[in-house]
Each structure stands twice: as structure tokens, then as C-alpha cells.
């Protein structure tokens, strides 16, 4: 009998771009990478440093090595969002996510069988995200990356449902990652709060947009959909949740059942860190909604790819599944 297969379904790229190639974005503030030619680096937003980074970003053979090292089989990789491009005209933000998206596949090309990748689309003109996710299906992407927001739009709003809409009929997966955090800088000055306490809440609103507003109700059960870090919030919450559906019409005037009872109808990775968040997690979703994912290469990732579902009181078949086996299915390796 083979060895199942070991896929971690959420980590980032970042092409190797210079400032003057992201100048075709935006000539003061776009993102590009500084290598230091020493195997570390930092993304850029023009003249200023947003992030200390090392190669396993921008390089496939050094992707391959920490994977070799870390048992990890296959790996699907996708944009840091900053490079998302959101806030720009469409005349900027469709060759630029078009362009990104050719310079993903090239992070494949070594190894293909190992490396996969997920498109970026312009979420601000919904026309054109939409046949840059078809685009990018035909030319070998495995799915698609978005933001859980679009500006003030959420993913209830009847122009990202439109989008979700179309990844459905034309068999695209999604992975949902939040981004522009809320909270801005005012309460969140230091400490890695954004990421620590907005990150989870924005994936909580997106999860709890699309069931209270009914918009699982509308969208066909064939769209696959997978929220990043454990789904944020949502697990340890959605009692909480299901308590004001019970208790105020207000809450439920959109929603016709339990909240509780849509979590079939998607993923969310394990990117959560301890172990007893793990057997919520897992309890809450249930073992065939929960797939391995490590945000690498990022340090808030997990360091030791799949040790935390490797350490997990789970049984042998339960562990197979969250560790390769329900993204073999979800993005139809």
C-alpha cells in the first residue's frame, strides 16, 4: 500500500520582482522584493521595508528542500497578500494580477507533481476576476486566492457572490485569506496585534457573512471554499452564534437554519498551533472540512509542517485525511 500523501494547502510565494516591474502598479508604493543575494530579504512597498523575508519565499529549490526535510509530499502555494493589488484601477490591477499569476507558475516548474499554485484575480472588477480565474485554470493554477473582503464589500455581497458564483459552475476552489485587517493602526499600534486579534475576527465576518446572510443558500454546494488559520475565530464562537439565532430574530431574518449546520459546506485549514484547538476544531467542522495548512514560510506559520496533526490524539485514518487526503479531494490532486 503507498505512503498517503502529505499536502499543506496554505503557504505564500513572492515573485522575485524589481522595483521598477512593480512600478507598472503603482510608481511609488507597490510591492516588490529586495534579495540580498544571501538567502534573505525583505518585501518592499516602494522605499519602505514591510517585511523581513528568507528564499523559501521566492525560491522553488529551497521550497523543495525545507519540504524534502519536513515530509511534506505537496505543497500549494499563493500570493502574499499584499500583492493582491485591490485598491487600483482595473487597467493596473488586471495585468498585474495576470502577470503574477504567470510568475507563479514558474514557482512550479522544477517540480510540478510537488508544487502547486493559486491565482490571484482583480476582486475589484468582478468581469474581470472572473475570466482570470477561468484564465488561470486553463494555463494550470489548482484554485484560487482571494481576500476576505473587498474594501467595505464582504463575501455576501452580490458582486463577490457573482464571483463565488462562477468558481462554482467552472469547478475553481477557493482559499479564503484575510487581509486589511480592521482596527487600523489607532488600537493596534504594536505587538503583531493586527495579525493576532484582527486576523482571526475578519475570518469569523467572512465565515458569518456568507451563513447569516443566506448566501449558502444561494450558492450551489458544489463550491468549494476553505478559510485560512483554522477558520479565525470560528469554532471557538459558534456557540455563541447559535445562541443569538436562537434568541433574536435579527439575527436569524436572513438565515433560515441553525448557523451550526453549514459548517459542511466548507473547509478551513489547521493552522491553529495548539493541540486542544486542533480537537475543537476538528469536533466542530468535522474531520472531512479540515486540511493541513502551514502559512509557510512565514515565522506565525508552523515551523514543523504537520507536527501538530502528527502529536494529535487522532486516529491513524483521521490523521491520513487532515494531512493529505481531504485536500486530495478538495482541489482534486
Not at 451563513?211 to 469554532?235: N, V
Amino acid at each position: 500500500m503507498s505512503k498517503p500523501l502529505v499536502i499543506d494547502i496554505h503557504s505564500h510565494f513572492f515573485p522575485r520582482i524589481t522595483q521598477a516591474e512593480a512600478q507598472a502598479l503603482d510608481p511609488v508604493a507597490a510591492p516588490w522584493l529586495r534579495d540580498n543575494g544571501d538567502g534573505t530579504g525583505h518585501i518592499m512597498q516602494g522605499e519602505q521595508a514591510f517585511r523581513p523575508v528568507y528564499s523559501g519565499l521566492w525560491d522553488p529549490a529551497k521550497r523543495l528542500e525545507e519540504m524534502d526535510a519536513l515530509g511534506v509530499d505537496v505543497q500549494i502555494t499563493c500570493a502574499t497578500p499584499i500583492m493582491f493589488g485591490y485598491r487600483y484601477p482595473i487597467e493596473r490591477a488586471l495585468p498585474w494580477a495576470q502577470r503574477m499569476n504567470d510568475l507563479a507558475l514558474e514557482q512550479c516548474a522544477p517540480a510540478p507533481h510537488r508544487i502547486k499554485v493559486l491565482a490571484q484575480v482583480p476582486l475589484q472588477d468582478i468581469d474581470a476576476a472572473c475570466k482570470e480565474a477561468s484564465r488561470a485554470k486553463r494555463n494550470g493554477h489548482v484554485g484560487v486566492q482571494i481576500g476576505n473582503h473587498m474594501g467595505d464589500k464582504d463575501l455576501d455581497h452580490e458582486e463577490l457572490v457573482t464571483f463565488l458564483f462562477h468558481c462554482a459552475q467552472e469547478n475553481i476552489p477557493l482559499l479564503i485569506h484575510p487581509w486589511d485587517m480592521m482596527g487600523g493602526k489607532d488600537r493596534m499600534k504594536q505587538w503583531m496585534l493586527p495579525w493576532l486579534v484582527a486576523m482571526p475576527a475578519e475570518t469569523q465576518l467572512g465565515i458569518l457573512s456568507l451563513i447569516l446572510s443566506g448566501a449558502f443558500e444561494r450558492l450551489p454546494p458544489s463550491l468549494r471554499i476553505c478559510f485560512a488559520h483554522g477558520g479565525g475565530s470560528f469554532a471557538y464562537l459558534l456557540g455563541r452564534v447559535d445562541n443569538a439565532w436562537r434568541e433574536r430574530d435579527i439575527v436569524r431574518k436572513d438565515c433560515p437554519n441553525l448557523p451550526s449546520s453549514y459548517v459542511n459546506r466548507f473547509h478551513v485549514d489547521s493552522a491553529i498551533f495548539d493541540q486542544g484547538s486542533l480537537k475543537l476544531l476538528v469536533d466542530v467542522m468535522g474531520e472531512s472540512q479540515v486540511m493541513l495548512g502551514s502559512d509557510y514560510p512565514f515565522p506565525l506559520g508552523e515551523i514543523q509542517i504537520g507536527q501538530l496533526i502528527r502529536d494529535s490524539g487522532f486516529s491513524e485514518p483521521t490523521k491520513e485525511r487532515l494531512q493529505g487526503g481531504n485536500a486530495q479531494a478538495f482541489f482534486g490532486l
